[in-house]
């Protein structure tokens, strides 16, 4: 595009934000020909961080250290539930972390429930914000955290996730569709990182049915008036299960790969495909799961993580 082409775009955004009394402020220097403008938040709320953890001393320290030196905001703290932690490392690496000002470390010990774990930290949580968050990310680019509070404290916004790559740069999440996999999965897996694929999709901000609780963003309003996770969900499909009820509500679900972290997925728990969560997630949403996902093309495959005919 011509430099007074874009020029011209980023006035018409300023002021249709300006109208609208959003706190937020334009950036051009995006993707060209993808998205010339980002979005970045103006506000300085207090964020809280929550992080279930157990053992993995050197996973957790590589989350905090490089989430921390990266995010490029300062008003956040950090709720660090230990979940039934016993290696001397990761002791003596508690003892350490809880002596920085703004970290919160909260024993639960527990049988491991995700649900139950995340909202055992929200109650010790001050912000405005929840941001729940995976022991197992890791940041390698500057200024992962502004994108998602740019949306986040959007009136018709309910939770925001952003974009998560596998170690080997292939993309872990971009979204959750409906109807994926037979009944839901995460949009472009396992797709290189640096392709942008159908039409850029997984590389433009956008709406989706849901995001994955390993990077999720929401109103600690929201968070209350809703419950929370579903604690008799105690492994799976708990943050999708959120998403939904957001939606009910009439809120968005709100994906942002501005945001981007690399997920060693699952590192400290292992992967889990757990059939009573899966029942009883399923029935309580069957009608939402086995219709066409509102956000995707319905003459595209629906079988097809990469957006194809």
Request: glycine share 8%; with cysteine.
């Amino acid at each position: 595009a011509k430099p007074e082409a874009i020029s011209a775009g980023k006035r018409v955004i300023s002021e249709a934000l300006e109208r609208r009394n959003e706190d937020l402020e334009i950036s051009d220097d995006g993707t060209p020909g993808i998205r010339p403008y980002k979005l970045f938040s103006k506000t300085d709320k207090l964020v809280s961080i929550i992080i279930p953890f157990r053992d993995e001393a050197a996973v957790l320290r590589t989350c905090y250290e490089t989430l921390s030196k990266t995010m490029n905001y300062q008003n956040v703290e950090w709720i660090l539930i230990n979940n039934g932690s016993s290696d001397i490392e990761t002791l003596v690496l508690m003892d350490k972390l809880s002596s920085i000002k703004n970290i919160k470390i909260v024993t639960d010990d527990r049988i491991f429930n995700w649900s139950l774990l995340n909202n055992n930290g929200a109650s010790h949580a001050k912000g405005e914000v929840f941001l729940f968050l995976n022991n197992d990310l890791e940041s390698k680019k500057f200024n992962w955290l502004r994108p998602l509070l740019a949306h986040v404290f959007r009136k018709n916004v309910g939770a925001v996730g952003g974009r998560l790559l596998y170690p080997d740069g292939t993309i872990q999440h971009a979204g959750v569709r409906m109807g994926l996999g037979g009944y839901l999965d995460h949009d472009f897996k396992w797709m290189p990182g640096n392709e942008p694929g159908y039409f850029a999709i997984s590389q433009v901000l956008r709406n989706v049915s849901a995001v994955t609780g390993a990077c999720m963003a929401t109103r600690r309003e929201l968070f209350e008036k809703t419950g929370g996770f579903e604690e008799n969900l105690s492994v799976a499909f708990n943050d999708v299960d959120y998403c939904f009820k957001l939606r009910q509500e009439g809120y968005r679900i709100v994906y942002e790969p501005e945001c981007e972290l690399v997920h060693h997925e699952s590192k400290s728990r292992g992967r889990s495909n757990d059939v009573k969560d899966f029942d009883l997630f399923y029935g309580k949403w069957k009608t939402l799961i086995d219709a066409s996902d509102p956000y995707y093309n319905k003459n595209l495959d629906r079988a097809h993580y990469w957006w194809a005919i």
